[in-house]
């Protein structure tokens, strides 16, 4: 049981470059989500998807996009990486209802130039 | 303690010493609280949960308490281990209805010494 799997593990960008970050959960739960997570610093919310082709912003969706065309994907997308978005980046999956306890993929670092 | 806002506060602590990690939480209707683990390069896992209905929920040298009153959450760690060492977070989720979205905390780093 692989749970949540995020791809790739590590990712160099240039100013200006875009890239998707892939997320993928095999529990079959409705709720999927994106943070991403400074030094020093919680885990903020980019974007989530309470189900299948819904999506919604979080606390800090500017610069990023998402999509979710199937139940088990969760796809953010930088149209136009900057260094501020420099980060880890978390994905995670839940229930949805009731105890919401969320699994979280290992984490995608990503470094903007 | 833990407190949104704050810089990320960091408990030392022997092996074999109990560790009490505290979380003020803001949203008075919030009724359901998870704690999350955080070891170096990997991402939260969850600890243990606790409803509002309930002060208190014992798992496997794990003890959560909850205070509604003061809005007070803590984790409550037995005879800890090098193991433990980690960044711990909890979450509030709002009550049924809502979007149950969970609010994170910004986390308190746990040192063990060996």
């Known amino acids: 049981n692989a749970g949540v799997t995020q791809t790739p593990k590590f990712q160099v960008l240039k100013t200006g470059q875009s890239m998707t970050l892939q997320c993928a959960q095999d529990?079959?739960?409705?709720?999927m989500y994106w943070y991403r997570q400074d030094p020093g610093m919680g885990l903020r919310l980019i974007y989530y998807?309470?189900?299948?082709?819904?999506?919604d912003k979080g606390e800090v969706p500017d610069g990023y996009n998402v999509s979710r065309l199937k139940k088990q994907n969760f796809l953010l997308g930088l149209e136009s990486a900057a260094p501020s978005q420099t980060s880890v980046y978390f994905c995670a999956s839940s229930p949805g209802q009731g105890k919401n306890i969320q699994y979280f993929g290992a984490g995608t670092r990503l470094s903007v130039l | 303690g833990e407190s949104v806002g704050l810089h990320l506060p960091t408990l030392s602590v022997q092996e074999g010493d109990n560790s009490i990690i505290n979380c003020a939480y803001s949203n008075s209707a919030s009724d359901y609280f998870i704690w999350y683990k955080q070891e170096s390069g990997k991402g939260p896992q969850f600890i243990i949960d606790?409803?509002?209905?309930?002060d208190k929920r014992q798992g496997q040298r794990v003890t959560v308490l909850l205070n509604k009153t003061v809005k007070h959450l803590s984790l409550q760690i037995a005879a800890t281990q090098p193991g433990d060492s980690a960044v711990y977070f909890c979450?509030?989720?709002?009550?049924?209805?809502?979007?149950?979205?969970?609010?994170f905390g910004r986390g308190t780093s746990l040192i063990v010494h060996p």
């Open positions: 529990m079959n739960h409705n709720s």
């Open positions: 606790i409803r509002s209905n309930m």
């Open positions: 979450a509030e989720t709002p009550a049924s209805g809502g979007s149950y979205i969970p609010t």
């Open positions: 998807s309470a189900s299948e082709g819904t999506t």
